[in-house]
């Protein structure tokens, strides 16, 4: 299976940005959706953005949209999200997903069957 590994997390001033990169150990194409979902303490992981691997659509969550962007380079197999004007609120461990089905707007956490060990992002 295609090994996923998230790097570029931190700690950020509210304001902030930062960009996440999530690289896989082997070729994407033959998923259909990667994604970014996050967990902060005491709460369910939740799905962030979703990007369609052949066709390049997204999916985003309310609460990140206008300030996070997904993008996919499938010739480097990476899957980036920066995020823009960050809130405390956006603290959490952030994780990057794969899937073979096809992105929904729900973002289903159980429509994901491959996972990252995760990045810590804190806004303070």
């Known amino acids: 299976d295609v090994q996923l590994v998230e790097s570029g997390g931190g700690s950020v001033q509210a304001g902030g940005s930062l960009r996440l990169s999530c690289v896989a150990s082997g070729d994407i194409s033959s998923y259909n959706c990667m994604g970014w979902f996050r967990q902060a303490p005491g709460k369910e992981r939740e799905g962030v953005a979703t990007i369609n691997i052949p066709l390049g659509g997204a999916y985003y969550a309310d609460s990140v949209k206008g300030r996070f962007t997904i993008s996919r380079d499938n010739a480097k197999r990476t899957v980036l999200l920066q995020m823009n004007t960050l809130k405390p609120e956006d603290t959490a461990t952030y994780f990057c997903?794969?899937?073979?089905?096809?992105?929904?707007?729900?973002?289903?956490?159980?429509?994901?069957?491959?996972w990252g060990q995760g990045t810590q992002v804190t806004v303070s």
């Open positions: 997903a794969r899937s073979r089905r096809w992105c929904r707007p729900s973002m289903a956490r159980g429509d994901f069957d491959g």
